[in-house]
Structures are given as C-alpha cells and as structure tokens.
Nanobody, 121 residues
Framework: QVQLVESGGGSVQPGGSLRLSCAAS????????MGWYRRAPGKQRELVAT???????VYADSVKGRFTIARDNAKSTVYLQMNSLKPEDAAVYYC???????????????WGQGTQVTVSS
C-alpha cells in the first residue's frame, strides 16, 4: 500500500515562512502527479501547487510569487516553500499524489492526512 505523510506545518506570523514536506512510501512504481491542496475554514479544498504528468508546475493564482513547489524524485518527496504568508493562507494542507504501483496499471489517487498551517499576529 502507498502512504503519504506530510510534515512542516505550524503557526507563523503574517509575512513569515514555512516549508512543508510530503514523503510517499510503499508499493510505488511511478508517481504521475504530486502536489498540494488546502482546505481553509468555511471553504472547499483547493489546489495550491502541483507537478503535472509532464513535470511542469501549476500554481493557484493566490500563491504565485510567494509559494514554490519542489521535489526529490529519488526520495519520492515533494516540498512546498511558503513565503510571505498571509492570514488567508491559514488552512489544513494536504499532499496529493497520482501513483502507479506497477507497470501497466492505472494510477490511483492518494491523500495525506493533512498538516495544519496557522497564520496570525
């Protein structure tokens, strides 16, 4: 089975920074998509940033220029560097991955448990 584990969440003042990590482990053949979503209070889950199947990056307009997604393929890990954090960035951040467990098999969706990010003065 595949497991995604997030870390790096916490509490920060406006303008501060946090770095989130998500490590995938288990029966992994290939990671097709891997990125970050978030769910803020009173809102639905939304895409924050992700690597596409072609290796390009996609960012939500609200975080462009402030957040940077990176990955370490050898470690099956994706990172989210969050700078200039705003109160509206406060949310539970979830790691998402589309993973094939063996050659020729259709990929499946996997989610982490989430890590809390709080931004307050």
């Amino acid at each position: 089975q595949v497991q995604l584990v997030e870390s790096g969440g916490g509490s920060v003042q406006p303008g501060g920074s946090l770095r989130l990590s998500c490590a995938a482990s288990g029966s992994i053949f290939a990671i097709k998509v891997m990125g970050w979503y978030r769910r803020a209070p009173g809102k639905q889950r939304e895409l924050v940033a992700t690597f596409t199947t072609r290796g390009t990056t996609v960012y939500a307009d609200s975080v462009k220029g402030r957040f940077t997604i990176a990955r370490d393929n050898a470690k099956s890990t994706v990172y989210l560097q969050m700078n200039s954090l705003k109160p509206e960035d406060a949310a539970v951040y979830y790691c998402y991955a589309d993973i094939s467990i063996r050659l020729g098999q259709s990929p499946g969706d996997y989610w982490g448990q989430g890590t809390q990010v709080t931004v307050s003065s």
